[in-house]
């Protein structure tokens, strides 16, 4: 898979080469605030990484929402090199709502057919379809109703970490 800068915010990765070293970390994140953790923490450690919604997201939450989640996280780390994924899971409908609404990437995981077809529209609409979730370094689901400093301090603690790396 190519890089993207569909919304200007750098250039992101969602698989990488031998050459290119290996994919950035990825973050399961369930709101705003964790959005935002996750990305000030990167910023803050000049690492890259990827944010994903909750499996199953863009079925229950849908598009909208996580567009909202992203937009406001990128204005409150500008700096902050990601990527975004929603996951929409075997739902056609709500990835192909995904691709229509602008989002960067969309996880569909049914029929390979459907998921030909789907990954046809991304491609004109300049979006990704994945159709395997990438695995997550953290899940902040685990910390829901954290405060934003320890939200920040996980991540951060996670990105130091030399497995983050890896």
């Known amino acids: ?83 975004a994924v929603l996951d929409c899971g075997d739902d056609a409908g709500a990835a192909q709502g995904a691709i229509r609404a602008g989002v960067e990437a969309a996880i569909f995981t049914g029929r390979a057919d459907v998921a030909e077809r789907l990954a046809g529209i991304a491609t004109a609409k300049k979006a990704r379809l994945l159709t395997a979730r990438p695995e997550a370094l953290l899940d902040l689901g685990r910390w829901f109703f954290a405060d934003a400093e320890t939200l920040r301090r996980k991540c951060a603690d996670v990105l130091a970490s030399p497995k983050s790396i890896c």
């Open 1 to 83: 898979m190519g890089l993207l800068e569909p919304h200007g915010r750098g250039c992101r990765a969602f698989r990488r080469d031998a050459l290119n070293g290996p994919a950035p970390p990825v973050f399961v994140v369930h709101s705003l605030t964790h959005a935002i953790a996750a990305l000030e923490a990167a910023a803050a450690a000049e690492h890259e990484i990827i944010l994903i919604s909750a499996p199953d997201a863009g079925i229950y939450a849908g598009p909208g929402w996580f567009r909202a989640v992203v937009d406001g996280a990128y204005a409150a780390a500008p700096a902050a090199k990601f990527s």
